[in-house]
């Protein structure tokens, strides 16, 4: 059914281009107005070299519910990563995992000592528990800092630091582990649940199968959005767009002008890239740096299928500790940490990224919300990660929620 309604959506990040398809599946066909001059918001990379570099290191989790309704995950050709972590501590390297999921992890996993035999019963048993999970009940479960979780399950003290810290430091941007352990149950059990992939060419393949989905979306450029108000779109040019229905799908601006709405806090990190000539991990797993004296928290080498110089390996860098370091004197800490704790050495700078709005905080996480919450007034609608939680999963079904709230009231209303 050909809807005739017009329908703006502000925002071409992942929830806004999810918002896109589920209403381009309905009849309509939307106009996206993006401030930036390149659709996916969170989700992009940069050709730099001809290196295909993320902006900002992240992985997709194939097991989430979300990306397996809205993605073609083998047409973004992605290398899959082992369960598990090559930690450094000490000068020492060595590798845990999930030997159920790989069996090459089995020797290297009960040879470790940074799990004590009683962590990896634990390790084991918190897996049956999650898989045996809803994930309604985890987001309706009990809501404490991660580490306390953790520390609850008693695992011992070099679990602690040499694997739970640094590896979801690494995901939730944090270095204390304060993020609820709702979060930490989702993520954990999607882990379990299907492998963590990194698109061949990069994460923003993602971006670029979602926009290719969209056949009757317009998507403007470089048209940032200063106002929303009572049905009209102001842009910050000053010139103004009527509309019948507005999914505002950022969490950046204040954009209603109404007082005492929510403003976003948010988590941070950098990623700082590097060609090397060689590759120390030689595996697909991630590397964690355990040492506390460290400011890199985790490091990863790159398949760089289209890479055009002849140096093999792209080496990234995250770092989640707060400081105040200038790019330039970060990137020599960052060399001199990559030699210190991980004896990586030889490495060219390539780029670095300060990503000031990683992830949002999110204080009452969720994994779903009722079609009402997505509805601002009575033809504004929400959409965008911090909605529910900081997710790929969770932009798209917020940008799902509010789409399927918009045709709902558009329904009643004709
Ligand atoms: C470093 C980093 C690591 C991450 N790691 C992972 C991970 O491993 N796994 C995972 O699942 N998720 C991860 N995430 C989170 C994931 O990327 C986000 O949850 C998701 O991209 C959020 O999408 P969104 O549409 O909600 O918001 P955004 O991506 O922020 O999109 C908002 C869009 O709105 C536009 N916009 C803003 N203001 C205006 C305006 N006034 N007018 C017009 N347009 C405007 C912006 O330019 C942007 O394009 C990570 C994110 C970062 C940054």
């Not at 990306?67 to 060595?94: K, T």
């Not at 690494?170 to 954990?188: A, P």
């Not at 102001?234 to 969490?251: K, P, R, W």
């Not at 990137?331 to 709005?357: M, P, T």
Request: aromatic residues 8%.
């Amino acid at each position: 059914m050909d809807k005739k309604a017009r329908v703006h959506i502000i925002g071409a990040g992942i929830s806004g281009l999810t918002a896109a398809l589920v209403l381009e599946k309905h009849g309509f066909a939307p106009v996206i107005y993006e401030a930036s001059g390149s659709a996916g918001g969170r989700v992009k990379t940069e050709i730099i070299n001809g290196y295909h570099l993320d902006i900002g290191f992240q992985v997709l989790l194939e097991a989430y519910p979300k990306v397996q309704q809205y993605l073609d995950i083998q047409a973004l050709e992605p290398i899959e990563l082992w369960p598990g972590a090559m930690i450094f501590n000490n000068g020492r390297r060595e590798i845990i995992g999930d030997p159920l999921r790989n069996i090459a992890l089995l020797w290297p996993t009960i040879k470790a000592g940074s799990a004590t035999f009683s962590d990896k019963l634990k390790v084991a048993r918190l897996n049956l528990e999650l898989q045996a999970t809803s994930l309604k009940d985890i987001f309706n479960g009990e809501d404490i800092p991660t580490r306390d979780y953790l520390l609850q399950k008693g695992f011992s003290d070099s679990m602690m630091t040499n694997f739970f810290l640094p590896f979801f430091s690494g995901i939730f941007l944090e270095e204390h582990l304060q993020t609820s352990c709702r979060m930490f149950k989702f993520v954990y059990k999607m882990f379990g649940k299907g492998s963590a992939l990194i698109p061949k060419d990069g994460i923003g393949v993602i971006t670029d199968q979602l926009v290719s989905k969209l056949g009757r979306t317009k998507i403007k450029y470089n048209r940032p959005v200063y106002q929303v108000k009572d049905g009209a779109i102001s842009f910050e040019d000053g010139s103004q767009q009527l509309s019948d229905h507005i999914i505002i799908a950022t969490a950046d601006t204040n954009l209603t002008g109404r007082t005492g709405e929510r403003s976003v806090q948010w988590q941070c990190s950098d990623t700082i890239y590097f060609e090397c000539l060689k590759d120390e991990i030689r595996k697909p797993l991630i590397g964690l740096v355990a040492d506390s004296e460290a400011l890199i928290n985790s490091i990863i080498y790159l398949p760089q299928g289209s890479a055009v110089s002849r140096i093999p390996y792209i080496l990234s860098v995250t770092v989640v500790k707060s400081h105040q370091l200038s790019s330039v004197d970060l990137r020599k800490q960052v060399e001199a940490d990559l030699s210190r704790f991980c004896d990586i050495n030889d490495v060219k700078f390539l780029k670095h990224y300060a990503i000031r709005k990683g992830l949002p905080v999110v204080e009452d996480l969720k994994n779903r919300l009722p079609l009402s919450a997505y509805r601002l007034d009575k033809n504004t609608y929400l959409a965008g990660d911090y909605l529910l939680n900081g997710s790929l999963n969770a932009a798209m079904a917020s940008g799902e929620g509010a789409a399927l709230a918009l045709i709902e009231d558009h329904n009643m209303a004709s």
